[in-house]
Every structure is written in structure tokens, then in C-alpha cells.
């Protein structure tokens, strides 16, 4: 049903919005590729909504300029544009049925009913509703009514999909199921799809590219291992996932790399330093560390003294502090965490060279 | 709606002295106004017969439904236009919208009635300015007629029909309808297909709310009706203070009071009274 090449491409040049004197969002500047899995990721309050409202053109940006394709869409009205939208809570017509609701694109299109009849029907296979097409959404679950939302968004063959925190309202094995089949969906249809969440794992499950945002301002784009392993500030590391954070001092690049005193211990990075140096921070996710009885002279390590655990089933999250007082996790295999505790004096914890990253110090 | 037992408690002693008034002032009364129906002037069913049969009342019967449906048609339609201002348009039309909804309840129903006659008759305002652009050369007859009822009364109940509308259109989802513009749909067609059947409760809620009003009115049909388009409360008036027909009056009132029941106990099946305001 979907004509491959009919996904749209969108360029976001210099977006701003002010309500008031409040700034939502800031000289956003984004490419959002065709056919993409694109994720907008922040906490709430960031300004993702807004940017979606934008897409969409329910919101009328006060600076900047979107592109569609190459042709300038700022001013095209929403009812032109031809976004397919799963809003918060899915906004579905409580006054028809699911068929018609999945059919209201088509009819506002002007299809023939024998058109509009096959494709609801496939739609309705597709998202797996068969046997609910005459109920009104208040007689159907969460799940189902998002599946109608999605149906109804995607039926009419969108450039792009644009979904706001569409499984927020879901259990977390529902939430699971539905992340898969959008997963699906998105490469059946092969449309643009734009989502938006404040779920950082979901972010990372299911998109192809990550657009983090906070307080109005776009941080950082890029693939889920790129954001995750090579954050571009302190909060975008913080956001994805726990992580160790580590004063060095002196940082100075080196052979492929960079070098610098940790707790007056020498410790190499993989990264470049050319735009950080003297101070800076160090930081390392909890399942990169391991605990080791000893540290060789030529490996990265800090002597730490484990203080509390917390048994997670397949691994355990253990609390160090380190000499100097820096707060330190790291999740390891149970028994090693049984041991680093029982023995109650101090263990060396230790990482490779390519795993730590360099922030610059209290920047954000 | 359902609360705890001191909740509902509270509510019924609160409600307490409004139901002893009730009763007071219309059950009890009312129950001799049956008895009357029933016993003058000789015990029976008689008046029931007569009320049956007898032409005239018929004829009031159908003008008054007739009437209160146009009534309810003009009224219902014009405050779903002011309501729309009211609820959903720029805050001076708020405003203004307000203004246009509430001065009409400070103003007694008499001088509304009379301010009507002083515009449609003969040589009030309309026929005179008419006349004087030379649209028409005889008046036309505005009033003594059931044209003057629909207007006096239509433009009297409009203020009470927005109220179930506004409550409506105020519980409406924005994002739905949002929805159904980002799926490519024009604003006409929204509000026609989606926005329309929303406020589908308000609707029959003002519709039922200006249908019983009408059944009952007196002040404004007697005036801009002239005695020529009777309705059903003047003729209960004539039976009862003219003719003196008591028996036929209060047996006209019975059935009017059974209707109106029906209409009220069909209007709560559908809409829940606190859409109501
Ligand atoms: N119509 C509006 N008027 C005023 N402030 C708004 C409006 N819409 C959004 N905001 C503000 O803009 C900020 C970003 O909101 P939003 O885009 O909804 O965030 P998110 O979706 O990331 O949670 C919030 O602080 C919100 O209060
Ligand atoms: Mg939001």
C-alpha cells in the first residue's frame, strides 16, 4: 500500500518558539532523513511536543524554516501537509467506529468506497484490530485504541508519521509488544517516522538516529550507540543511562588518544583531545568498569572501596567510593560483587582505554 | 456520580429544604389541581372525554407543539452559533459573547415582550424603516401572530439552550479535533463530521431544555400572540379565570404535566444532568 520513495525528507533550519517570554525551543536546526526511525528524546517540559506541533504545523514556529522535500512548508497549513499524527493519548473520534475512524483520511481524500473499503480492511489486518471494526473506541483497551490511532495515521500513505509518547499510557509488557510491531510497521511502510519519548531505553530500542533535547535546545543527534557511547555533554551522558563520572586533571593528547592523572594515577582515552584540555571529566558506564584484585602500571584503574549492593538477578549493582570520595557504580557478575564486599578493603577497578570518554569539566 | 455515604449524606441534608419547597409549593398544589380534573364539575372522567373531543383544544395542542418545535429549532441553532463564539473564539468575542448571553437575564420577560411589539407592529421600528428604504409599501404583520411568538420566545430561551452546549463544547478533546485536521480534513468539514457529533449530548440537552420551557410559556405568547395564536398556558389561564371552566383547565394541565414528565424522564435517559450546566 505504501509506494516506496514516498517518505518525506524534512529539514528543520533555525526553529524557535516562544509562548511569551518563555522560550519552548531554541535555533533548532535538524535533517531528518527519508524513511528515517528518528527519536526525539528529552525529559518533560523539553520542548518535544511543541517540535512534533510544529512538523505537524499545528504550531506556527516564531523564527525559522521547515523543508519538505526541499520546498519550504513553514507556512502550509496542517490539513495540507499530510503528516499521519498519534497524539498523546490518541485523540481517536469518539463517535465512530474503529472502520470509520481508520477510514476518515480516505474519505476526507475523496477515495471510492471500494477503495477505502480494501485498504481500512488491510489496515485493520495489519495492525491486528480484525473482529473490532465495529466497536467505538470507549468499548476497546489502550492497546487496542493505540493500534486504531496508528491504522488511522498510516492508511492514507504519509510522508511521515509523527507520534507523540504513544505508549506512555501502556503496561510494560504491552509497551514491549507495541515497540516491536512499530518497529515492524516502520519498515512495511518504509514512511518517515518521527517519535517522540521521554523513555531513554525506548529511544535506544527503537530508533535509527536519537535527537536529545532539554529545556528547549537540541544537544545532540545521532545513532543510539554513537548518543550512548560518545555523548556530546554531561547531560546527554546522564540521560542515557547511568554513568560514572571521574575528575583528570592535566589531559593532554597522546598516542591515539589522549592521556591525564586520575587520583594521581595515569589513565589513557581513546577519544581526542584536542577540544578539551587541562580539566575535564572522565566518564565511564557501570557495565564497561570491572573489579580486579590488581591494576598493571599500563592499564586504566582507581583504587575504590566497595560500600553497598543491590542485587539486580543476572548481575549485581555494586557502590564504590574511591579514594579522593568520588561515588562510583558498577554492575558485575554476583559473585564478584559478594567478594568486592566480603573482603571489605579496597579493590582496583579498571576499564579499557576505548571505553572512557572525556566531558568538559562541570559543563553541561 | 458516585461518593461516599457522608457525601451523599450531605448532599441529601442540603438538598432537604429545596425538595420540602418543592412539595410545598407545586406537588401539593398540584395534587388538587389533579383532583379538580377528576371531580369538576361532577366526579368522572369527563373533562378527559371532553378534552379529547373538544376542537379548540386540540387546535391549541398541535400550535403549541408546532410552535415550542420551531422555537426549539431557532433557539438551538442560534446558541450553537453564540456558544461556538463564546467557547472557542478570540477573547474580545469572549467577551462580547458573554455580554450578548447574560444581559438578557437581567431584563424582566414583560418589557422583552413589549420591547418585540414596539419593533414587529404595524408602525414599530421594522415596518417603519422597511417602508421608508421602500422595500415594502404595507406593513407586513410581524406580530398578533404566530410569527411574533417564535421571535419573542426564541430570542427569551436562547440564553438557557448555550449553557448544555457551552458544557459540551468546553469538555470537547482539542487534540481530536487537531487530529482530524492534521489528517488533511478542512475546518468545515470538522466541525460538520467531528466537532458537531462531539457536543451530540449538548444538543439534545438544550433542545429538551427549550422544548419544555416552550410547552409551558404564557407572558411572552399572550402578548406578541394577540389572543390569535393561543398557546396551551394561556388556555389553561382562560378556562380557569374567564370561562370559569375549572374541570377542563386543571385536566389540561394534568396532561401537560404527564408530557413534560415523559419528555424530562427521556431527556436523563440520554444525557447526564451535570452536562446539563
Ligand atoms: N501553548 C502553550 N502556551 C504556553 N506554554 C506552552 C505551550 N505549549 C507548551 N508550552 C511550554 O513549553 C514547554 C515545552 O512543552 P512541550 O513541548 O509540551 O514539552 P514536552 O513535550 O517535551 O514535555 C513547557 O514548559 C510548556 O509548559
Ligand atoms: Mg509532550
Redesign the interface.
Known amino acids: 500500500m505504501q509506494q516506496p520513495g514516498r517518505a518525506a525528507e524534512i529539514k528543520a533550519n533555525g526553529i524557535g518558539k516562544s509562548f511569551g517570554s518563555f522560550r519552548a525551543l531554541d535555533n533548532l536546526s535538524l535533517d531528518i532523513g527519508r524513511g528515517e526511525f528518528l527519536t526525539l528524546l528529552g525529559p518533560s517540559g523539553s520542548g518535544k511536543t511543541t517540535f512534533l506541533m510544529i512538523l505537524a504545523g499545528f504550531v506556527q514556529p516564531s523564527e525559522g524554516k521547515l523543508f519538505s522535500d526541499g520546498v519550504d512548508i513553514t507556512n502550509r497549513p496542517a490539513e495540507q501537509r499530510a503528516a499521519g499524527m498519534v497524539f498523546q493519548g490518541y485523540a481517536l473520534f469518539p463517535h465512530m467506529s474503529v472502520e470509520q475512524n481508520i477510514a476518515f483520511p480516505l474519505k476526507v481524500r475523496k477515495k471510492s468506497a471500494a477503495e477505502i473499503k480494501t485498504r481500512v480492511g488491510e489496515m485493520v489486518e495489519r495492525v491486528g484490530l480484525k473482529g473490532h471494526e465495529k466497536k467505538l473506541p470507549a468499548q476497546l483497551s489502550g492497546g487496542q485504541q493505540q493500534r486504531v490511532a496508528l491504522a488511522r495515521a498510516l492508511v492514507f500513505g504519509p510522508g511521515v508519521l509523527l507520534l507523540d509518547e504513544p505508549f506512555s499510557a501502556l503496561d510494560k509488557s504491552l509497551r514491549g509488544q507495541m515497540q516491536a510491531e512499530m518497529k515492524r510497521l516502520h519498515q512495511e511502510t518504509g514512511t518517515t517516522f518521527v517519535f517522540v519519548t521521554h523513555d531513554q531505553s525506548e529511544a535506544l530500542a527503537l530508533s535509527s538516529r536519537v535527537a536529545i533535547f532539554n529545556h528547549g535546545k537540541l544537544l545532540q543527534v545521532g545513532r543510539p550507540d554513537e548518543v550512548y557511547d560518545r555523548p556530546a555533554n554531561r547531560f546527554v551522558a546522564e540521560f542515557l543511562g547511568e554513568i560514572n563520572m571521574l575528575p583528570v586533571k592535566g589531559v593532554r593528547p597522546a598516542d591515539n588518544g589522549a592521556t591525564g592523572l586520575c587520583e594521581d594515577r595515569a589513565v589513557n582515552m581513546r577519544c581526542k583531545a584536542e577540544a578539551i584540555k587541562g580539566d575535564a571529566i572522565l566518564a565511564i558506564r557501570p557495565e564497561d568498569m570491572s573489579i580486579a584484585p590488581e591494576a598493571s602500571v599500563n592499564q586504566n584503574g582507581i583504587a575504590a572501596t566497595a560500600v553497598a549492593s543491590t542485587y539486580l538477578g543476572a548481575a549485581t549493582k555494586l557502590d564504590l567510593t574511591t579514594r579522593q570520595g568520588a561515588k562510583v557504580t558498577v554492575s558485575v557478575p554476583n559473585e564478584v560483587a559478594a567478594a568486592a564486599l566480603s573482603k571489605g578493603n579496597s579493590v582496583w577497578l579498571t576499564w579499557p582505554a576505548e571505553k572512557g570518554f572525556l566531558l568538559p569539566d562541570g559543563g553541561q | 456520580m458516585r461518593g461516599t455515604l457522608s457525601d451523599r449524606m450531605g448532599a441529601a441534608v442540603l438538598m432537604a429544604p429545596l425538595l420540602l419547597f418543592l412539595i410545598l409549593a407545586y406537588a401539593w398544589p398540584f395534587l388538587g389541581v389533579v383532583k379538580w380534573s377528576f371531580t369538576l364539575p361532577t366526579p368522572g372522567l369527563g373533562q378527559y372525554h371532553a378534552l379529547l373531543t373538544d376542537e379548540l383544544v386540540q387546535s391549541v395542542f398541535i400550535r403549541t407543539l408546532r410552535i415550542a418545535a420551531i422555537v426549539t429549532l431557532v433557539s438551538v441553532t442560534a446558541a450553537y452559533a453564540i456558544t461556538v463564539v463564546w467557547v472557542r473564539g478570540s477573547p474580545v468575542q469572549r467577551v462580547l459573547a458573554e455580554f450578548c448571553i447574560l444581559v438578557p437575564f437581567w431584563i424582566s420577560v414583560l418589557t422583552r415582550a413589549f420591547g418585540w411589539v414596539a419593533l414587529l407592529s404595524n408602525r414599530g421600528l421594522i415596518n417603519t424603516w422597511l417602508q421608508s428604504i421602500g422595500f415594502i409599501s404595507e406593513p407586513l404583520t410581524l406580530v398578533r401572530n404566530e410569527f411574533g411568538v417564535i421571535v419573542g420566545m426564541s430570542h427569551f430561551l436562547i440564553p438557557f439552550a448555550v449553557f448544555p452546549l457551552a458544557s459540551a463544547m468546553r469538555s470537547l ?1 482539542e ?2 479535533l ?10 468545515m ?1 470538522t466541525f460538520w ?2 466537532f458537531v ?2 457536543t ?1 449530548s449538548g444538543i439534545i440537552g438544550s433542545a429538551m431544555i427549550t422544548f419544555v420551557f416552550s410547552l409551558g410559556f404564557f407572558v411572552t405568547p399572550a402578548i406578541l400572540g394577540g389572543g390569535r395564536s393561543v398557546m396551551i398556558a394561556e388556555l389553561i389561564y382562560l378556562r380557569i379565570f374567564q370561562s370559569p371552566d375549572w374541570g377542563l383547565g386543571a385536566a389540561i394541565s394534568v396532561v401537560l404535566v404527564v408530557f413534560v414528565g415523559a419528555l424530562m424522564a427521556l431527556l436523563f435517559r440520554y444525557v447526564k444532568p451535570k452536562q446539563l450546566v
Not at chain 2, 487537531?178 to 475546518?187: N, T, W
Open positions: 478533546d487534540r481530536v487537531l487530529a482530524a485536521r492534521g489528517l488533511g480534513s478542512s475546518r468539514r463530521t467531528v457529533p462531539m451530540r
